[in-house]
């Protein structure tokens, strides 16, 4: 069996997990960690932002769905999620100081400055994308420009469309895989295809994490433990460490899109969720967003036989996304192999989503969509979270009930956002980085002697 000894082990590097290795690894603090990722790094590959790179670096090939039959893709790579993003940006709401004395203000704001999130500029927006906005404007909703983690000016070649929920290959849109990149030149040992499955306890404080790598056996030592493998990953690991609580409830934002047909080009080559709106009494947030061309018959086979039978319709199709702030419900169950989720929508969830989706369609008719194209596409579930949630397993201070074993992913939204989530999970990391850092600080000054083996 492989073993080693470190200062910190961090479980997952997608935004949670590379913002906490990259702010301790740029502190001098001189402290060793070690960065676990379940997946590899496809940047390199010519398989990266294409469609059946997007099947061999997502869990079942995206075929993943809840037992209700609503579909997941949860991406196993470098950078996690934000390397099938469509790299969306919104500030933490307000209820996350107010409702649970976390704030985030400071390190969102530079984070923000830092990644220069900003809307794409007014002609990069995309015509029929900026149609719908006014549409919409015309009904009395009040569409903004989506902000983004995306520099146009990056890209040797902006060609941004709906494929870039796949992978970036133009190189507009940042990947936590750059965090990543930075800590590993800043020191941190990095280990691809390490597949976490439990954290090592010792008289109620973590002691490590214990897992496979390659085909073997691995156990590393360390004082302290960040989990950040996701909404999913994060709750199995802690049901195989005993903590049985985990992946009881979850949230989804869950999600479908609108579509009609429209007498001009669609959205589907121009940049994705490019406006916005957000509906925080209906509780739900609309966008302009299509399927992937490849994608789409795909999905429409989940509606029913007769609905792939439009896709050779997508190059006119308009899209508005309706991202719902679901209730909690469900579970995340770990199996002996594998696991199982379910979730589907409550009562009040389908209420929330008809009068949204009514909504829609009145959009997309003023946009000048044929009333009688108009449906809705299956639903999905596009933000696993809120499986370990704050407040309920976890201190503000994102700690678990087991000594210095912590959490820093959607798995710890108390609430579904809503919103697009990877700025909250920074702000989270930043913050828990500086809390670990302190810490440590305290503890060398104090003399304490971790004993890791033991």
Known sequence: MLQKETDVIIVGSG?????????????????????????????????????????????????????????????????????????????????????????????????????????????????????????????????????????????????????????????????????????????????????????????????????????????????VVVLAAGGIGTPLILQHTGLTAAGQGMTMDTTVMVYGLAPFKGIGNEPPMTWSYADDDLGVLFSTLIDPWLNYPIVMLRKGPAYPLTWHRWGRTLGVMIKLKDEISGYVRAQKRGFTVSKGLTDHDRQRLAAAEAVAGRILRQAGCDPHTIFTTPLRGTHPSGTVRLGEMLTADLETEIRNLYVCDASVFPEALARPTVLTIIALGKRLAAQLLRKQSTDSTDGTDYDASA
């Open 15 to 223: 935004p949670g997990g590379a913002t906490v290795a990259r702010e301790l690894a740029r502190s001098n603090a001189g402290l060793g960690i070690t960065l676990l990722e379940h997946g590899r790094d496809w940047r390199t590959s010519p398989l990266y932002g294409t469609y059946p790179g997007g099947m061999m670096y997502t869990d079942k090939a995206s075929f993943l769905t809840t037992q209700e039959g609503l579909s997941i893709v949860r991406p196993l790579l470098v950078g996690g999620a934000t390397s099938m993003y469509c790299g969306c940006a919104a500030r933490p709401l307000p209820w996350w100081n107010v409702r649970y004395g976390i704030d985030l203000d400071a390190t969102t704001d530079q984070t923000m400055a830092e990644l220069h999130i900003a809307p794409l500029p007014p002609a990069l927006r995309g015509t029929a994308s900026t149609r719908i906005a006014a549409a919409a404007a015309d009904l009395g909703l009040d569409w903004q420009p989506q902000e983004k983690f995306m520099q146009p000016e990056r890209a040797g070649d902006f060609t941004c469309g709906a494929t870039c929920m796949l992978g970036c290959r133009c190189g507009a849109k940042w990947n936590a895989a750059e965090y990543v990149d930075e800590a590993v030149q800043n020191g941190i040992d990095l280990w691809t295809g390490a597949k976490v499955e439990r954290v090592l306890v010792n008289g109620g404080t973590a002691v490590g994490v214990w897992g496979k790598w390659r085909g073997k056996a691995f156990a590393i030592y360390a004082p």
